[in-house]
């Protein structure tokens, strides 16, 4: 493939978290040939966008009537992030929609067109985890989503498979990321995002009770991982050769809640100050106690970069971006 500043890109979903941040990556990187798709409507995503170097903005519906006609242009990638990621989500109409029927529209004409295809899967097609969470296909009939949004992405993953698309293509399981330009996902805002505020608001944060023996309150555990590296990791599989199938996108290693409530703590420096309160019964059930990427396949692929510590990463997230109301971007903007 071109160096990535040649190169053509496309970028669905990429008004939203992940999407704005690789278009964030792609500057860096010298690429400005971009083209956005996303579905705005009233929401705050425009802001991750005022401070990005891009060539043309279609609305989703627009993307798909050119799909359909066949005028959507040339690309040399594509980075398909645009999907309905709420893990709340019951209409499975519309997930199947949005997140599998278009999935495969876009990747079947990526891979007529040749341009190099790379989607967001995501950890929650690991369900509980008792399955282990390993990226080798061998094993991806055997996974159990927990909730309509992982069982959509697994769908793709599972089709893909069975297409032989695995073998051209790279689809990338996302665990927790935090980071950045995530401000207008809701309730879906990472830990992080909704503690700075309630500290800001009450000085206090506040975590869902454990509901089983083995866990304590705020001992549950995630894979964190920062939206800065979910982008160097994310270009590095885009842009090299025969870095093709599944791959985790994580830190490797499980922090407890209660070590991401410190270090919003620490880094607003603040006394820590936890209350834990119910979880809703409708999640109880399809709750994660336990995640943590395998990531010796990133590796293996050649990223060797090391993964920055949940300190380090908190505190750049807190004080540069949310105690200044900063998004990716702003410190590449020319100054007035």
Known sequence: MKALEDCRVLVTGGAGFIGSALVWGLNRRGAEQIVIADLLESSEKWRNLSPLRFENYLEAGDLLSRLDSGSLGDFDLVLHMGACSS?????????????????KRLADWSLWNEARFVYASSAATYGDGSRGMSDDETGLQDLRPLNGYGFSKQLFDLYALRKGWLEKMAGLKYFNIYGPNENHKGDMRSLVNKSYTQVVDTGSIRLFKSYRPDYADGEQKRDFLYIKDAVDM?????????????????????HT?????????????????????????????????????????????????????????VSD????????????????????
């Open 234 to 254: 994310t270009l590095h599989l885009a842009t090299t050769a025969n870095a093709n199938g599944l791959f985790n996108i994580g830190s490797g290693e499980a």
């Open 317 to 336: 997230y807190v004080k540069n971006y949310l105690a200044t109301d900063r998004r990716l971007g702003d410190e590449i903007r020319p100054a007035l």
């Open 87 to 103: 893990t709340t989500e019951r209409d499975l109409g519309y997930l199947i929609r949005n997140n599998f029927e278009f999935t």
């Open 257 to 313: 809640w209660n070590e991401l409530a410190g270090a919003v703590f620490a880094a607003m420096g603040k006394t820590p100050r936890i209350e834990y309160i119910d979880m809703p019964p409708e999640i109880r059930e399809k709750y994660q106690y336990f995640t943590q990427a395998d990531i010796h396949r990133l590796r293996s692929a050649g990223y060797d970069r090391p993964v920055t510590s949940l300190d380090l990463a």
